[in-house]
């Protein structure tokens, strides 16, 4: 059974930085492409980036480009996601997904994690 | 501004056929990549509805069938169910902002 859990909800002051871990279980994780995904308040969803297996190659959206770093533990089996210089248009859930090998799609989930920014 | 466009609502009768359309362009949809469908209850995570155009994966009804043709692509839900209310995402690649794009979302009413 596959499990994505991340950490929980944070509340940030505008231009400061908030760091969200995703530990999976379940599945192999170094060869596992792990994207994170966030959502607005009744908002779509909006990709920010992804790091890849094997070689921990990351690339992010060109919108979040230079304020976003994903990063990961192998051996922990997390994933992690830096914002930095949070705004009030950053208050979202942010979601880790996997991107599996035979659907090329996201297959599993994270369950979300709240960030809020505000003074 | 999504790079997808999806109708924001559709609704239909239980036992219905409601139909979602994403439409993309040629950097996108109409480059052949992947159009996948997500469906996401309120307050939850998206799940996985449909892969790789048209393909379920195990556990999801057959009600749910998808297709795609040039730029557009669409998601039918035949049967339309009271617990088939949620919001229903397509998402593809797009080269031209060499990432992962997601419609606008829809919204799916059961009258």
């Known amino acids: 059974q596959v499990h994505l859990v991340q950490s929980g909800a944070e509340v940030r002051k505008p231009g400061a930085s908030v760091k969200v871990s995703c530990k999976a279980s379940?599945?192999?994780?170094?060869?596992?492409?792990i994207h994170w995904v966030r959502q607005a308040p009744g908002q779509s969803l909006e990709w920010m980036g992804w790091i890849n297996d094997g070689n921990g190659q990351r690339k992010y959206s060109q919108k979040f480009q230079g304020r976003v770093t994903i990063s990961r533990d192998t051996s922990a089996k997390i994933a992690y996601m830096e914002l930095t210089s949070l705004r009030s248009e950053d208050t979202a859930v942010y979601y880790c997904?996997?991107?599996?090998?035979?659907?090329?799609?996201?297959?599993?989930w994270g369950q979300g994690t709240l960030v809020t920014v505000s003074s | 501004q999504p790079v997808l466009t999806q109708p924001p609502s559709v609704s239909g009768a239980p036992g219905q056929t409601v139909t979602i359309s994403c439409t993309g362009s040629?950097?996108?949809?109409?480059?052949?990549?992947?159009v996948h469908w997500y469906q996401q209850l309120p307050g939850t995570a998206p799940k996985l509805l449909i892969y790789g155009d048209n393909n379920r994966p195990s556990g999801v009804p057959d009600r749910f069938s998808a297709s795609k043709t040039g730029t557009s692509a669409s998601l039918a839900i035949t049967g339309l169910q009271a617990d088939d209310e949620a919001d229903y995402y397509c998402?593809?690649?797009?080269?031209?902002?060499?990432?992962?794009?997601f419609g606008g979302g829809t919204k799916v009413t059961v009258l």
């Open positions: 998402q593809s690649y797009d080269n031209r902002w060499s990432g992962v794009v």
């Open positions: 997904a996997r991107v599996g090998i035979r659907t090329e799609a996201f297959d599993y």
């Open positions: 379940g599945l192999t994780f170094s060869n596992d492409a």
């Open positions: 040629s950097s996108n949809i109409g480059a052949r990549y992947d």
